[in-house]
């Protein structure tokens, strides 16, 4: 029988490597089925077995080393087509980095077909020990012999759920397996025992493929071979829109801005200084201007500093963030810390800083405040851009009162104390 979904009688791997008799038992398995290439999907990842994919017919994805069957996963929900045919190629060593993702698919039922190319050490880096290596086995990195067994993927699989599980040595007549393996619906996986001619002949001379299984506690059978119903997406009903039209701003053209300018507000984590830089940019585009907003914080989220880049302008804004801002407003010493750096390389634009705080070395024309004395660090930031609106008049402030108004802080403050800002100069 001649191929049928591979382009090349000779495959691109080294002689005597079962991974060209995997490719030739697939072929000849799919030809048992009579599979259109169309219908047949296969996914591999790093590896010497990923280099086969130029030579099928089918549809053919390559990944990232060790995430094939989380890619054949995403496949297989979008498809729900029994007719689709998903074949995972994957090695020892990628199964070992994508345990988790053979298990979940195992778990959930995926209609997929995995054939996992154990040849028992990594073949394309130097014949290193897998964790797959069974028990006496020899590699070039060591030459004593595995001295325990690697993990057991056919009893894994079979334990997580799989629907057909099979563990084969690389022979003539494996396409029977294959045929078997993808026929059944959901999740199945077939473990094809061989020897590395470049490094496991080498380290193990003499030695066959079925006395390592033996004498590694190994045994070459069927473990699963059921019928449970493979995955399918829950019907869900349409969702809401996320856009919703209530929430649309309708811009004014009220403002004074005639270029773009660029303004980095900077406190502490819990002092809202994300949300009252969001307030901020929407009183904007409600004032017909175009606006960005970057956000810097630690991972720790709920202590250091917070930090937020707005550019605003007349004109579409193709970036987001500035490195050297127009405007820098300072509010806290975690604030301070941060944008030391950003102040000090500023060669002009002016600095709002809080009156509490050390003057930074700055050639920024500086103008101080006692926000987080009169509105406490809670409301410093939103007092700020404020206090920076009244100075600055890009926009009317009233835009900036009403956005405010609208939002959850209307309760919590009295915006229009906040908003009396020539009792507070200093």
Known sequence: MSNKYLLEEKLPFCKGCGHSLIAMGIDKSL???????????IVTDIGCHGIVDKC????????????????????????????????????????????QHILDAAHNNFNMTVIVHNNMLYGMT????????????KTPTL????????????EMASSAGANYVSRILTNMEMYKTFTEAITNNGFSLVEVLELCPSYGV???????????????????????????EPFKLAVKNAPKP???????????R??????????????????????????????????????????????????????????LSPKNILFTGSSCPDFAIVTSNDGLDYSLAILKKAESGQLI??????????????????????????????????????????????????????????????????????????
């Open 31 to 41: 030809q048992e089925l009579n599979c259109s290439p169309f219908d047949v999907i």
């Open 56 to 99: 099928f017919t089918t549809h053919t994805i390559h990944g990232l080393h060790g995430r094939s069957v989380a890619l054949a996963a995403g496949i297989s929900m979008s498809l729900e087509n029994p007719n689709k045919k998903i074949i995972v190629f994957i090695g020892d060593g990628g199964a070992t980095i994508g345990m």
């Open 126 to 137: 130097g014949g290193q020990q897998s964790e797959f290596t069974p028990l006496g086995f």
């Open 143 to 154: 030459k004593e012999g595995a001295d325990h067994s690697g993990y057991d993927i056919c």
């Open 202 to 228: 080498k380290s193990n001379p003499g030695m066959k493929l079925i006395n390592i299984a033996n004498e590694a506690g190994i045994p070459i059978k069927l473990y699963y071979n059921k019928m449970r």
């Open 242 to 252: 996320l856009i919703n039209e209530k929430l649309f701003i309708q811009p004014k």
């Open 254 to 311: 009220n403002h004074k801005l005639t270029k773009p300018i660029s303004i980095l507000i900077s406190g502490s984590a819990g002092e809202g200084v994300q949300t009252a830089a969001e307030l901020f940019t929407q009183a904007a585009i409600k004032s017909g201007l175009h606006a960005t907003k970057k956000s810097s914080y630690p991972v720790t989220v709920g202590i250091g500093f917070s930090s937020a880049e707005i550019i």
């Open 353 to 426: 800083i809080d009156s509490s705080l050390a003057i930074p070395e700055t050639k920024m024309k500086i103008l101080k405040n006692g926000f987080r004395s009169k509105f406490t660090n809670k409301f410093a930031a939103l007092f700020s851009l404020a206090f920076f609106l009244e100075s600055s008049e890009i926009f009317p402030k009233k835009v900036f009162v009403e956005v405010c108004s609208e939002s959850k802080l209307a309760a919590k403050i009295n915006l229009e104390e906040l908003f009396e800002l020539n009792s507070v100069k200093n």
